[in-house]
């Protein structure tokens, strides 16, 4: 959460309209600091689905 392109992203300065995250709680994080709406998307790591 500390790094300058997800600052960006939750300070509404990124031109991104959506995310793709690979945990639930980073989502929601991310979520929590928004100033603007955007899609955040939950894609596990793939050993989790496996």
């Given at each position: 959460?500390?790094?300058?392109?997800?600052?960006?992203?939750?300070?509404?300065?990124?031109?991104?309209?959506?995310?793709?995250?690979?945990?639930?709680?980073?989502?929601?994080?991310?979520?929590?600091?928004?100033?603007?709406?955007?899609?955040?998307?939950?894609?596990?790591?793939?050993?989790v689905?496996?």
């Amino acid at each position: 959460m500390d790094n300058q392109h997800v600052q960006d992203i939750i300070n509404g300065k990124s031109k991104l309209s959506s995310l793709v995250v690979t945990d639930h709680d980073v989502q929601t994080a991310i979520e929590k600091q928004m100033t603007r709406d955007l899609e955040i998307t939950v894609m596990p790591v793939a050993e989790v689905r496996a």
